[in-house]
């Protein structure tokens, strides 16, 4: 693991392998070793950079408690610039799809190709808001174990939680292990964020989408709107999985993947 210090905060971030730049942006409330077995099958052939966002992991929060999700990808275009890295395919899942959005709206001239995998364009509803609201009320009350309780059920399928319990414990651990403060500063992020459907239609690079058949979370249903409006886009819809579809069904994940990346490099 590296640190490196963006505006008074310390990221932390794996840089592994060599050859042209991938850089992966994981979900709420998780961290970089999300992106485990992606690294694996990737670095043979990629430089692959996994930050922990800001608040997440081993990188530190900002004291001034929102983690916009500007802010996030503002973090991840000074993090290139420290490891010298001039542009890369991007990917994210769920909230790392937002930041990678983001990301894309602010520096498009530095993302080689877009990776969308379990996540949305639209800003949250009034209701989404008010859940969110809710959620930083009960993780400063009682901390993220009634966060990852009720999550949990969402991020794989019933199958998955039944037969495969490592995965679980796996996941579980990264919810529970994240500091409240940080998860807090993402959930205020998430609610204030931007819609990004209209940029969808300004997209010109490489673009995989990549989804889980039963993700309660972010439906197919986004993924096919995202498919519709960035021209020329991959649509995989992955069986057998739900939120967290990288890492439940990750040979298949990968397989699309590679076959992404060996298109676009
Ligand atoms: C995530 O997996 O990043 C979150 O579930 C996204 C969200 O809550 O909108």
Redesign the pocket.
């Given at each position: 693991m590296n640190k490196v210090k963006l505006e008074n905060i310390d990221i932390a971030y794996d840089d592994v392998g060599s050859g042209p730049s991938v850089l992966l942006v994981?979900?709420?409330?998780?961290n970089r070793s999300l992106w485990t077995e992606q690294v694996t099958v990737l670095k043979g052939q990629y430089r692959v950079i996994t930050p922990d966002l800001r608040g997440f992991g081993d990188s530190e929060y900002s004291d001034d408690g929102s983690s916009s999700m500007n802010r996030m990808a503002q973090d991840l275009a000074l993090l290139m610039d420290a490891l010298n890295i001039p542009n890369a395919v991007i990917g994210g899942?769920?909230?790392?799809?937002?930041v990678v959005l983001a990301f894309y709206r602010q520096f498009a001239n530095r993302v080689r190709g877009l990776i969308l995998a379990?996540?949305?364009p639209q800003a949250?509803t009034e209701e989404?808001k008010q859940n969110?609201f809710k959620q930083v009320e009960q993780i400063r009350a009682d901390g993220m174990g009634g966060i990852a309780d009720a999550?949990l059920p969402?991020?794989l399928t019933p199958e998955t939680v039944s037969k495969r319990p490592e995965v679980v414990k796996r996941i579980r651990e990264m919810m529970i292990r994240t500091r409240p403060e940080g998860a807090a500063a993402a959930?205020l992020g998430?609610a204030t964020r931007e819609d990004q459907t209209s940029l969808l239609a300004e997209i010109q690079v490489p673009s995989l989408i990549l989804v889980g058949r039963g993700d309660p979370?972010?439906p197919v249903a986004d993924s096919e709107t995202m498919h519709e409006k960035i021209r020329g886009s991959r649509l995989v819809v992955i069986e057998d999985a739900a939120?967290?579809s990288n890492i439940e069904q990750a040979e298949v994940f990968n397989r699309e993947l590679k076959s992404f990346l060996g298109d676009v490099n």
């Open positions: 994981h979900g709420y409330p998780f899942l769920s909230m790392g799809g937002y379990d996540t949305r949250d989404g969110r999550m969402k991020l959930l998430m979370i972010t939120h967290v």
